[in-house]
């Protein structure tokens, strides 16, 4: 019996035909050996479903799929841009063609697709036939960064969660995950050289409970990452063809290492790693060459762990009120001729694209970067809304759009607030996220420097993975294929079709997402 063809995001290229392909056995899996660890991931993905042995043999210089494999094979001569692949499955094998290796990976999370929902199971699975229904495929992303953020400042997640919620964006073929690892509420990442951030930035007395934002729970909350254990998630990322992008925020945000250090704020003392939510007057000095140190070891140590070419400094929600009032950061304005608060700012942010540039990376940050005149080679995140998005664009500057009017998963999702659990207000149903268009309002001769765009997941609200995963899934699957199809097939109708077996899917792999049925 064929399986209806349902795949999330829709690929470019699609016919079907009446044949299947029958997994069974004998059934091998063949892969150069450049590409063997897509080919073990997705026998590993099928074997305790299946019960079948699922081989994975490397072999190079295969052309074609011999009987009863599944290829895995690199094109030459840009058959496909990058992360595209061709699937072929015909009666009796399967083949997946790309130019590299997340190609190959997004060809095998499509393969993954046409196979039966049950191969998601994390248990053997009886009386099911493993048939993959004949296609011809062709796909390849329209945006080369299709994120996912998450917020474990607010609250923190343990890294065992951070691979499943890595593993689920494989499966939508995102391609960025932006680690929010630094808060007012919670210093999450272990910097070696200052040991106080973890010990006593990354715990917090209370948080407000969630139906009532000025209560204090009085039960403590905290963690963080080791070393060993980001530099694990990070080799994790990579296999799934995931970028991780690091967020260190400055120079607001920083209760949590102005707890830790308290030399670092213009005040310099009192401070608690924040208990409640919102905005913190406190950030760190701009005027004491002390914290540019600080901020640059820090960075040392970050940029040693992640390998990706950006990191997010934040830059969003800095008042500027003890900078007013603070005679190193006025004595600095002085000095730099400096017109107002928001030009020390943007000195401080230029510091820092300097440090990193002058390492071969490159800064992104929100758009308040803007403020004060934006850094000759940042990357804008534009959040309040696409205008700092469309002004960084037309400035000629490279610019990733996550409006808060149909990026933000802390929002809700249905109108009768009753039914849900609490959030931080807001109002984005599945439906507005599918209306998305990271280029709307982009001149036409700047689309170019739309990089992308992602989903945002602030986790104030959500003090459990359970919830995390009920505010971001499918909510990230309308996202996923506003970042990957082409616009111009987008079909809200046909995709709600296609999502009830994707729920299904990830309701097996044990994902809480909402049924929006
Ligand atoms: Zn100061």
């Known amino acids: ?15 079907t035909g009446a ?62 841009g990058r992360e595209g692949y061709g699937l ?10 790309a130019t590299d290796i997340n190609g190959l990976m997004h060809g095998a999370q499509t393969l993954r697709q046409l196979l039966p929902v049950e191969a998601e199971s994390r248990s053997a699975a009886s009386g099911v036939e493993w048939v993959i229904p004949e296609v011809t495929i062709e796909d390849e992303p329209r945006f080369g960064w299709r994120g996912l953020h998450l917020d474990v400042g607010r609250h923190f997640f343990p890294a065992a969660y951070i691979k499943k919620f890595l593993d689920t964006m494989a499966l939508h073929k995102f391609n960025v995950f932006h680690w929010h690892l630094t808060e007012d509420q919670g210093w999450r990442v272990e910097i070696k050289r200052y040991s106080e951030l973890i010990e006593v930035g990354a715990w917090r007395d209370a948080s407000p409970y969630p139906a009532d934002r000025y209560t204090l729970d009085n039960t403590p909350h905290g963690g963080f990452y080791t070393q060993e254990e980001v530099r694990d998630i990070v080799a994790y990322a ?42 913190a007057e406190d950030v760190f000095c701009a005027g004491n060459p002390e914290v540019y140190t600080f901020l640059e070891n820090v960075l040392d140590e970050v940029l040693a762990l992640f390998p990706g070419e950006y990191i997010h400094i934040g830059g969003d929600e800095c008042p500027k009120v003890r900078w007013k009032a603070c005679p190193k950061c006025q004595a600095l304005m002085q000095r730099e001729g ?31 970067i803007l403020e004060g005149g934006l850094a000759p080679n940042a990357t804008v995140m534009s959040w309040r809304g696409a205008k700092g998005g469309i002004e960084a664009a037309s400035a000629g500057h490279d610019v990733v759009m996550t409006p808060n009017t149909y990026c933000y998963f802390d929002y809700y999702q249905s109108e009768d607030h009753s039914a849900e659990p609490p959030t931080i207000g807001g109002y984005i149903p599945l439906e507005k996220v599918y209306a ?13 420097h739309v990089l992308g765009g992602q989903g945002n997941i602030w986790t104030e609200y959500m003090p459990t993975t359970e919830i995390v995963e009920y505010m971001a899934f ?44």
């Open 1 to 15: 019996m064929n399986n209806p063809v349902s795949i999330i995001p829709q690929p470019g290229y699609l016919t």
């Open 19 to 80: 044949g299947v392909f029958t997994l069974n056995a004998d059934t091998r899996i063949i892969a150069p050996a450049a590409a063997a660890r897509v080919a073990e991931q997705f026998a590993a993905w099928l074997r305790v479903p299946t019960s079948l042995p699922l081989p994975v043999e490397t072999q190079s210089g295969g052309t074609a799929a011999e009987p009863n494999t599944i290829t895995l094979m690199f094109t030459q001569g840009g058959e496909f």
């Open 88 to 97: 072929q499955v015909t009666p009796g094998a399967a083949a997946i063609r």
């Open 238 to 279: 990579q296999a799934l063809g995931i970028t991780i992008v690091p967020e260190i925020e400055m120079p607001g945000h920083a209760v949590a290492a102005l707890a830790s250090y308290p030399e670092l704020g213009c005040v310099g003392r009192d401070y608690k790693v924040r208990t409640y939510w919102g905005i």
């Open 338 to 368: 400096l017109a107002d608060e928001h030009e020390l700012q943007s000195y401080f942010i230029r510091h820092f694209e300097r440090y990193l540039n002058e390492r071969g990376r490159r800064l992104i940050g929100w758009d308040e």
């Open 436 to 448: 998305f268009d990271p280029t709307e309002g982009i001149p036409a001769d700047k689309t170019a």
């Open 474 to 517: 499918p909510r990230a699957a309308a996202m996923a294929e506003v970042l990957w199809s082409d616009p111009t097939t987008r079909d809200y109708a046909d995709f709600l079709r296609r999502l009830r077996p994707f729920l299904q899917r990830l309701d097996s792999l044990g994902v809480t997402c909402r049924n929006p049925f």
